[in-house]
């Protein structure tokens, strides 16, 4: 009996953990995403390693993160309204029609050594584009193919398990295959995987759900959406952490070719095996995640995985081996996935209904359209100072964010309460929900 108190309760919950894929559309959804998304990681390593091949520079690392995520910082508030409007479900469809052009006319451009790097900042910013309409659609039309709503963070959990799966095995195969034949191979395979996801999205057979709006304008629309995302004191603060988070915590991923190739000493295969480190600890926190059966107790994992992730970031900094920095970056992707899922949870959780597509724009705005920003800034400083003075400050700035948020944390518990009392999440008040 001893043993059995010291287990987590999490992981007694873990034949529960697949809990949302008795719903057939989700099932499907899952599916498809998880072939896709390994061609994806595929085509992201493919790139970042083209144009250091081609250019040598860290900045213009940066910059080609910049132009594939600024997109979603301008249009996202504004695609959010139309996800709010409109079929999620096809609007998703079209973008991964989109995607899958985009990913060809790369392969073709590669493959026939017509690439330039104009190329690469031009396709990137179309690849923005196409993920402002995505983003707010895929985050918001989860909730719409489970069954039971209580199975909604085991969704969200499950979502980032098979990204990061995808993430584990991706890059791998990226780096074997770069290595072999090039990156053009890596951007054919990517485009080719996008048939499978459109393919279960397809196939499912309940449509999206339309939600009620008033009929009002598309101006009153998006004003609506942004005067409740920011009076909330809970969604505006989570908002904030996570625009933090973007800009300057997750930015340290741009530098990873330059830190295989100049600090590792390493190769195309190097930067896989940093990548695949990452995707192991996602996954085994997304895993983890999933095998929750509450919301309460996000807030506490938020402030852990911030102060883990920054002090991940500074031992980076200083080292110098590939085994030492697997098992860093190891650490750096479970607690990043552990607070991204904790924050896409209690956002969804506490937004209601009809204002989710708009509040989840929101969310992919400061999730990915600040980290563009953030890419442009870390390969310009990186540029001047080095990659391990970069690392430093980045990681020392993501520690003291988690501090803000935990001194805060009382003031977030103070506002979700309600909210969790009025969905019938508690039917108390206990001290501690988040």
């Known amino acids: 009996m001893a043993f059995d108190r010291i287990i987590p309760k999490e992981f007694k919950a873990i034949t529960n953990i697949f809990s949302s ?105 179309v690849f923005g584009i196409i993920t402002a309409f995505d983003a707010p659609a895929r985050q918001s039309l989860v909730v719409e193919l489970i069954d039971k709503p209580e199975d909604l963070g085991n969704a969200i959990a499950l979502n980032s398990a098979i990204f990061n799966g995808a993430r584990l095995v991706g890059p791998a195969i990226a780096g074997i295959t770069i290595a072999a034949v090039g990156e053009g191979i890596c951007f054919l395979l990517n485009a080719l995987s996008f048939v499978a996801v459109i393919w279960a999205l397809l196939m499912i057979k309940t449509p999206a759900k339309q939600i009620a ?19 909330s004191v809970p969604i505006r603060m989570l908002i904030i952490l996570l625009a933090s988070l973007s800009l300057f915590g997750l930015s340290y991923t741009v530098l990873l070719p330059a830190y295989a190739k100049e600090i590792l000493l390493g190769g195309s295969d190097t930067l896989g095996y940093m990548m695949s480190a990452m995707g192991a600890g996602a996954l085994f926190g997304a895993i983890y995640m999933a095998a929750r059966k509450t919301v309460l107790g996000l807030g506490r994992i938020i402030t852990g995985s911030m102060g883990v992730m920054g002090l991940a970031i500074v031992i980076a900094a200083f080292s110098e081996k590939i085994h030492s920095s697997l098992v860093v970056f190891f650490f750096g992707g479970l607690s990043m996935i552990l607070l991204l899922s904790s924050v896409n949870t209690m956002l969804q959780t506490i937004a209601e209904e009809d204002k989710r597509g708009r509040v989840m724009s929101f969310y992919a705005m400061a999730l990915m359209g600040t980290t563009p920003i953030g890419n442009l800034i870390t390969g310009s400083v990186a540029s001047g100072i080095g990659i391990r003075y970069t690392l430093l400050i980045i990681g020392t700035i993501t520690i003291l964010s988690g501090i803000w948020f935990g001194l805060n944390l009382k003031t977030l518990r103070k506002f979700v309460r309600p909210i969790y009392v009025s969905k019938g999440i508690l039917q108390a008040l206990p001290t501690d929900i988040a």
Not at 32 to 59: C, D, E, K
Not at 92 to 120: G, K
């Open 21 to 125: 894929l008795r719903s057939r559309n989700y099932r499907l959804y899952f599916t498809g995403q998880g072939i896709s998304l390994i061609g994806t990681w595929m085509q992201n390593i493919a790139l970042s390693w083209l144009v250091y091949r081609l250019t040598g520079s860290v900045f213009l690392l940066g910059l080609i993160g910049f132009t594939s995520l600024i997109p979603t910082f301008v249009l996202a508030p504004f695609t959010g309204v139309l996800t709010d409007r409109y079929n999620r479900l096809h609007i998703m469809i079209i973008a991964q029609v989109c995607f899958m052009l985009q990913a060809l006319t790369m392969a073709f451009l590669v493959l026939f050594n017509l690439i330039d790097v104009w190329h690469i900042i031009a396709l990137s910013l």
């Open 213 to 231: 709006m008033n009929p009002t304008n598309f101006r009153e629309s998006f004003n609506e959406g942004f005067k409740y995302t920011f009076q």
